[in-house]
């Protein structure tokens, strides 16, 4: 479609991945460029190919998979091949010529439909970047459609896909979510998830957690419930996987044991373990009509119609399924109480407190935690808010966050954090003047503070403080130094805090020796300022003397210019001259 371009394919695999950046730009430039007749393109296709082609695109099991997406027009997606006669659904697997490389089966198969890439995205545990410099509401839905992607505009130079790429590494790297294939066993089992992610006191409800920091540590429950058996009650394997490692779950269900049918030796009709009055199947009581209770002791002609129903509560099941019914009353299960079994004591059961009832704080009211005073949450997990107040205010997490379970979540938009959302990382001088009164008393003896009021108030501090002879590892851990000065002998003191997001805590490290500053030299000072006042008045005469020489010189000249001016002699109206000339008019004529 144009001249000098390459001949039009669907897919090529140039350059499977390594970890040589100068070949990867080499191999770029030398790439010629294709055409195409119409304007969507076969990205989909290609896509589908780079997510399925591990062995020749060079995939690792233990990476983390970015595909960046890159274009200026749109897609084919699936139904776009009947134009050209194809209708084959596409069967979503590799199909690279393994000489070439090339895509072979684009005149066999139609393209790919967004919901095979979304399916192969998730299980190949892939996250796709769409980096596109046109048709933004276009390529924002198939990235909304396709659960692991993103969307980004390129600027006209594409300067910032690698902004693109960080930001979604970061985001891949941060968060650690638990997969599991239960949708793939015919809904057999059911897995549930519990985790408790960091900065959280109890566990919660989720698979995921994200804003994770190197070093955090999460936990995890699970529990797995077998639905109904399989046909053939065969083992399967549960995979349940992040996007680096993979835990397989080997489920062996045993359905049947067989003891209960006719013939088995386990299976006794009338057995004298129920009294005669039923028959003994697998080491339980089968009641004959007319008989109930474990070892069918129980007769139901000794019982009235209510005592029956007693053991029921309206529920489809005897003992509300908790126990069963002995002779007119529930015989609960171990940790289940009530008149109908229907309290459950481990519904008390803290999952953060080493399975504590109510965490200690509280006791066990027929399935349901009651707190005592200061303690509050389902499991009384939580103290009352008091204990998210900073000693000496009144205001919860210092107003700059809310209280979590007794743990200040701040408001990270504005830059607090600390253990009461006391410390601001744009606040200037931060807890500088908080400590410096505490350090000065504790560490140097000094300060404001009396020493009463020191071991009152800042016992709590003394006991955290470290001391150094520099500072240097401190503030290389982006720890906050304060410089304050000692008004005993005027030597300035240093000290660094630190917040250890972990122990939710401050470090406080005190520079051991002060910085003071030598005595003045009081002959110097005196002898420069008698030389000051010489130097500055010798300068005041000359420059008067040279101020007066110059308005002389200018009068002078002046006064010189004048005396040339005056002509008294030859000039002057009121002078007649004595000399008195006449002429003859006939003189020389005769």
Same mark, same amino acid.
């Given at each position: 479609?144009?001249?000098?371009?390459?001949?039009?394919?669907?897919?090529?695999?140039?350059?499977?991945?390594?970890?040589?950046?100068?070949?990867?730009?080499?191999?770029?430039?030398?790439?010629?460029?294709?055409?195409?007749?119409?304007?969507?393109?076969?990205?989909?296709?290609?896509?589908?190919?780079?997510?399925?082609?591990?062995?020749?695109?060079?995939?690792?099991?233990?990476?983390?998979?970015?595909?960046?997406?890159?274009?200026?027009?749109?897609?084919?997606?699936?139904?776009?091949?009947?134009?050209?006669?194809?209708?084959?659904?596409?069967?979503?697997?590799?199909?690279?010529?393994?000489?070439?490389?090339?895509?072979?089966?684009?005149?066999?198969?139609?393209?790919?439909?967004?919901?095979?890439?979304?399916?192969?995205?998730?299980?190949?545990?892939?996250?796709?970047?769409?980096?596109?410099?046109?048709?933004?509401?276009?390529?924002?839905?198939?990235?909304?459609?396709?659960?692991?992607?993103?969307?980004?505009?390129?600027?006209?130079?594409?300067?910032?896909?690698?902004?693109?790429?960080?930001?979604?590494?970061?985001?891949?790297?941060?968060?650690?979510?638990?997969?599991?294939?239960?949708?793939?066993?015919?809904?057999?089992?059911?897995?549930?998830?519990?985790?408790?992610?960091?900065?959280?006191?109890?566990?919660?409800?989720?698979?995921?957690?994200?804003?994770?920091?190197?070093?955090?540590?999460?936990?995890?429950?699970?529990?797995?419930?077998?639905?109904?058996?399989?046909?053939?009650?065969?083992?399967?394997?549960?995979?349940?996987?992040?996007?680096?490692?993979?835990?397989?779950?080997?489920?062996?269900?045993?359905?049947?044991?067989?003891?209960?049918?006719?013939?088995?030796?386990?299976?006794?009709?009338?057995?004298?373990?129920?009294?005669?009055?039923?028959?003994?199947?697998?080491?339980?009581?089968?009641?004959?009509?007319?008989?109930?209770?474990?070892?069918?002791?129980?007769?139901?002609?000794?019982?009235? /119609?209510? !005592?029956?129903?007693?053991? %029921?509560?309206?529920?489809?099941?005897? @003992? +509300? #399924?908790? $126990?069963? =019914?002995? *002779? &007119?009353?529930?015989?609960?299960?171990?940790?289940?109480?009530?008149?109908?079994?229907?309290?459950?004591?481990?519904?008390?059961?803290?999952?953060?407190?080493?399975?504590?009832?109510?965490?200690?704080?509280?006791?066990?009211?027929?399935?349901?935690?009651?707190?005592?005073?200061?303690?509050?949450?389902?499991?009384?997990?939580? /103290?009352? !808010?008091?204990?998210?107040? %900073?000693?000496?205010?009144?205001?919860? @997490? +210092? #107003?700059? $966050?809310? =209280?979590? *379970? &007794?743990?200040?979540?701040?408001?990270?938009?504005?830059?607090?954090?600390?253990?009461?959302?006391?410390?601001?990382?744009?606040?200037?001088?931060?807890?500088?003047?908080?400590?410096?009164?505490?350090?000065?008393?504790?560490?140097?003896?000094?300060?404001?503070?009396?020493?009463?009021?020191?071991?009152?108030?800042?016992?709590?501090?003394?006991?955290?403080?470290?001391?150094?002879?520099?500072?240097?590892?401190?503030?290389?851990?982006?720890?906050?130094?304060?410089?304050?000065?000692?008004?005993?002998?005027?030597?300035?003191?240093?000290?660094?805090?630190?917040?250890?997001?972990?122990?939710?805590?401050?470090?406080?490290?005190?520079?051991?020796?002060?910085?003071?500053?030598?005595?003045?030299?009081?002959?110097?000072?005196?002898?420069?300022?008698?030389?000051?006042?010489?130097?500055?008045?010798?300068?005041?005469?000359?420059?008067?003397?040279?101020?007066?020489?110059?308005?002389?010189?200018?009068?002078?000249?002046?006064?010189?210019?004048?005396?040339?001016?005056?002509?008294?002699?030859?000039?002057?109206?009121?002078?007649?001259?004595?000399?008195?000339?006449?002429?003859?008019?006939?003189?020389?004529?005769?």
């Amino acid at each position: 479609p144009c001249s000098g371009c390459a001949r039009p394919y669907a897919f090529r695999n140039d350059l499977p991945l390594n970890d040589n950046p100068d070949s990867f730009k080499s191999k770029v430039s030398e790439v010629a460029i294709s055409g195409n007749l119409d304007s969507p393109e076969g990205g989909l296709e290609a896509l589908l190919q780079v997510m399925r082609c591990w062995e020749y695109v060079g995939w690792t099991n233990y990476s983390r998979r970015i595909i960046v997406y890159s274009t200026d027009a749109k897609f084919h997606v699936a139904g776009d091949g009947l134009l050209a006669g194809i209708i084959n659904r596409h069967d979503g697997q590799c199909h690279l010529d393994p000489v070439t490389q090339e895509y072979t089966h684009y005149a066999h198969l139609d393209y790919p439909s967004v919901g095979q890439l979304n399916e192969i995205a998730k299980a190949e545990d892939i996250n796709i970047i769409f980096a596109v410099s046109k048709y933004e509401k276009l390529y924002r839905d198939l990235a909304d459609a396709i659960e692991p992607s993103t969307y980004g505009k390129l600027n006209k130079d594409s300067k910032n896909v690698v902004d693109l790429v960080e930001e979604q590494y970061l985001a891949i790297s941060s968060k650690v979510e638990l997969k599991d294939n239960s949708d793939q066993l015919d809904k057999f089992v059911r897995v549930e998830y519990l985790a408790k992610c960091p900065g959280k006191n109890i566990f919660a409800n989720t698979s995921v957690c994200d804003s994770l920091r190197e070093g955090d540590e999460i936990q995890y429950t699970l529990s797995v419930t077998l639905l109904k058996c399989p046909e053939t009650a065969e083992p399967f394997v549960l995979e349940v996987k992040t996007s680096q490692e993979k835990l397989m779950i080997e489920i062996e269900p045993l359905c049947d044991c067989g003891c209960d049918e006719l013939g088995h030796k386990m299976r006794e009709e009338n057995s004298p373990t129920c009294k005669g009055h039923g028959t003994l199947a697998c080491g339980v009581c089968n009641c004959n009509q007319g008989y109930h209770g474990s070892n069918c002791l129980c007769s139901d002609s000794d019982l009235g /119609p209510g !005592e029956v129903r007693s053991c %029921q509560k309206g529920e489809p099941d005897e @003992c +509300s #399924g908790n $126990g069963f =019914c002995s *002779c &007119g009353h529930c015989v609960c299960h171990p940790n289940y109480s009530g008149k109908r079994c229907q309290c459950n004591r481990r519904s008390c059961l803290s999952l953060s407190s080493a399975g504590e009832v109510c965490s200690g704080n509280g006791g066990c009211d027929c399935s349901s935690c009651r707190c005592d005073p200061g303690y509050h949450g389902p499991w009384c997990e939580c /103290p009352d !808010e008091n204990i998210c107040i %900073q000693p000496g205010s009144d205001l919860v @997490c +210092s #107003g700059k $966050g809310y =209280c979590d *379970c &007794g743990t200040c979540k701040c408001n990270d938009t504005l830059g607090f954090f600390g253990k009461y959302c006391e410390e601001c990382s744009a606040c200037g001088e931060g807890k500088c003047n908080e400590y410096g009164d505490c350090v000065q008393c504790f560490a140097f003896s000094g300060g404001p503070t009396t020493i009463e009021s020191c071991q009152k108030n800042c016992s709590a501090l003394n006991n955290s403080l470290l001391y150094e002879d520099n500072l240097e590892t401190e503030i290389a851990q982006d720890a906050h130094l304060c410089t304050y000065t000692d008004e005993n002998d005027g030597c300035l003191f240093n000290f660094t805090y630190r917040y250890r997001h972990q122990e939710g805590d401050y470090v406080i490290t005190v520079q051991r020796t002060k910085s003071c500053i030598p005595p003045p030299d009081v002959t110097s000072i005196v002898l420069g300022v008698v030389g000051a006042i010489v130097m500055v008045g010798l300068i005041t005469l000359l420059l008067w003397k040279f101020i007066t020489t110059v308005h002389d010189r200018k009068e002078y000249a002046r006064f010189q210019e004048e005396q040339s001016r005056v002509r008294f002699a030859d000039d002057n109206p009121l002078y007649n001259n004595p000399s008195t000339t006449i002429v003859n008019p006939t003189y020389g004529k005769t």
